[in-house]
C-alpha cells in the first residue's frame, strides 16, 4: 500500500521569528498525522489503543514555511514483534522538508512493559504497510 497523506493547517504559534516553522513544532505537526491516521478505518484507534511512542527521530532536509498548510504522509516502515516503526514524510509546495520514523510499542496490561503485537493488530497494520519505505 502507499502512503496515507494528510494536509495540516499550520498555526501562527508554529513559526519561529525568521518565518519559518519551528523545528520543535514539526514534532507535534508528526503527532497530529499520527492521530488522525488511528482513525482512517473503523476500529483502528480502538485496536491501537494503550500504545506509546518508545523512540523518534527527525531528519530536517528543508526549511519549512510559515504558510497555510503541510501535507505529511504517513505509513508503516517496519513491523516488529513488539513494535511498529511509522514513517512521516513532510511535504511543503512539492518539496519535502522533513522525514522522521515513530517506534510505537503496545503496552503489557501492567502498563509499565511491552507486550507482543496480536494478529488482529498486525493485519491491521499490515495494510498500511509502505511498499518501499524510501520513498
Known amino acids: 500500500m502507499s502512503s496515507t497523506d494528510f494536509t495540516i493547517a499550520l498555526r501562527w504559534s508554529d513559526q519561529d521569528a525568521n518565518g519559518h516553522l519551528n523545528h520543535a513544532r514539526i514534532v507535534t505537526l508528526m503527532e497530529e498525522a499520527r492521530v488522525r491516521w488511528t482513525r482512517i478505518e473503523d476500529g483502528f484507534a480502538q485496536l491501537l489503543l494503550g500504545v506509546v511512542v518508545?523512540?523518534?527521530t527527525v531528519d530536517y532536509l528543508a526549511q519549512a514555511e510559515y504558510i497555510p498548510s503541510m501535507t505529511i504522509s504517513l505509513g508503516i516502515?517496519?513491523?516488529g514483534?513488539?513494535?511498529f516503526t511509522l514513517r512521516h514524510t513532510g511535504i511543503q509546495q512539492g518539496t519535502t522538508v522533513f522525514v522522521?520514523?515513530?517506534?510505537?510499542?503496545?503496552?503489557?496490561?501492567d502498563r509499565t512493559g511491552a507486550r507482543a503485537l496480536s494478529a488482529e493488530e498486525r493485519k491491521a497494520l499490515e495494510r498500511h504497510r509502505l511498499q518501499d519505505p524510501t520513498s
Open 81 to 83: 514483534t513488539k513494535s
Open 100 to 109: 522522521g520514523t515513530t517506534v510505537i510499542v503496545p503496552l503489557a496490561e
Open 77 to 79: 516502515e517496519r513491523i
Open 54 to 56: 518508545a523512540s523518534m
